[in-house]
C-alpha cells in the first residue's frame, strides 16, 4: 500500500505494517524492543495521536499503535461492520496475532478504551499494567447529560452534520481541547485527510456515534467486568478541560477501580498526549518503571 501524498513524514517516520483480518489490512506501526506497550486510539483521529509517545518510548519500550479499520492508514470497506463490538473483535484477532505473550502495557484513549477493554477484561493476566487517557466503558444510560449529547449525535440532524458538515472533526474535536490553538491546521490536516467524503464520515465516524446508544449492550457488559482489573496495576490519565469527557467521568473511574493511580493534567483537554505530550510521556515513564507481572 502507497504512502498517501497527505501524510506529514516528518511528524509521522515510521514504517507501516499491516495485519491481515480475513482479506482486510489493519495499519499498525511497530517501533523499538523491550517491554511491549500497546497504544489504542480513538475517533475521529488514528494512531497519529501517539505520535509524540511512539517517538519518546521507541528506545525502550516496543511500542505498537494499530488503526481501527476505517481509520487512519487502515482498509476501508463497505461491507465492514464500523460499531465498537467490530473494532473489538478485529483488535482482539490483532493482539493475539501480533503482540507477544509477555504482559503488555496496554494504553487507551476515547473510544479506544471500550474497543480494547473488551479484551482486556477477558485476559487480566496479560496486562502488566492499564493505563486510561479520557475514556470510559459503560453505558450512558444513568447519565443525563451524556445521553442528551449521543441523542443529538445519533440523530437525523447528526447525521447530516457527520455527513455534510465533518462535525466530528471540525466542530468537536477543535471544542475539546483545552487550548484550541494546540491543535494547529498542519495537525488538524492529518486527521480531515483521512475522511475527505461523506460517505466515509458516515460509514466510520457517525456509526461510532450512533454505538454511544446502540451499543448499550456492548457497554454495559464491560461495566459488568469491571472487578477483574483489582489485580491490575491501572493508571488513570485524565486532560481536566475535557468538554466531552468531564470530570465526573474521571470521578466514576475512580469509583469504579479505586486502587488506580490518578494524574490529572489541568491544562489539556479530551487529547491530553496531543496538548501536554510531556505530562503524558513522564506519566507513562512512571508507570512503566513499575515492577512488570510475570506470567
Not at 120 to 131: E, G, K, N, T, W
Not at 211 to 234: E, I, P, T, Y
Request: glycine share 6%.
Amino acid at each position: 500500500m502507497s504512502t498517501p501524498s497527505w501524510l506529514d513524514r516528518a511528524a509521522w517516520p515510521y514504517a507501516p505494517r499491516f495485519f491481515d483480518h480475513g482479506g482486510t489490512c489493519l495499519h499498525y506501526v511497530d517501533e523499538g524492543a523491550g517491554p511491549p506497550v500497546v497504544l489504542v486510539h480513538g475517533t475521529p483521529t488514528w494512531s497519529f495521536e501517539w505520535r509524540h509517545v511512539i517517538a519518546a518510548l521507541r528506545d525502550e519500550a516496543r511500542v505498537i499503535a494499530p488503526d481501527h479499520l476505517g481509520f487512519g492508514l487502515s482498509d476501508r470497506p463497505a461491507a465492514a461492520g464500523y460499531k465498537p463490538e467490530d473494532h473489538a473483535a478485529r483488535f482482539r484477532a490483532f493482539i493475539d496475532a501480533v503482540c507477544p505473550p509477555e504482559p503488555l502495557t496496554l494504553v487507551v484513549h476515547d473510544f479506544g478504551g471500550p474497543i480494547a477493554l473488551d479484551w482486556a477484561l477477558d485476559h487480566p493476566d496479560r496486562l502488566a499494567r492499564l493505563v486510561i487517557i479520557n475514556s470510559w466503558m459503560w453505558s450512558f444510560d444513568d447519565d443525563p447529560s451524556m445521553t442528551r449529547k449521543a441523542r443529538l449525535a445519533a440523530s437525523a440532524l447528526g447525521r447530516w452534520m457527520y455527513r455534510r458538515l465533518n462535525a466530528s472533526q471540525r466542530l468537536i474535536m477543535p471544542s475539546a481541547y483545552g487550548d484550541r490553538r494546540r491543535l494547529t491546521p498542519a495537525v488538524h490536516q492529518q486527521y480531515l485527510e483521512v475522511f475527505p467524503d461523506a460517505d466515509s464520515r458516515e460509514r466510520v465516524l457517525f456509526a461510532l456515534a450512533q454505538s454511544m446508544l446502540g451499543s448499550r449492550a456492548f457497554f454495559n457488559g464491560l461495566w459488568q467486568r469491571r472487578a477483574r482489573l483489582a489485580d491490575v496495576d491501572v493508571q488513570v490519565v485524565w486532560g481536566l478541560r475535557d468538554s466531552a469527557f468531564p470530570p465526573a467521568m474521571l470521578a466514576r473511574w475512580q469509583q469504579a477501580v479505586p486502587h488506580a493511580c490518578v494524574t490529572r493534567i489541568d491544562e489539556a483537554g479530551h487529547w491530553p498526549h496531543e496538548e501536554a505530550p510531556e505530562a503524558v510521556i513522564d506519566a507513562l515513564r512512571r508507570a512503566l518503571a513499575a515492577q512488570t507481572r510475570v506470567l
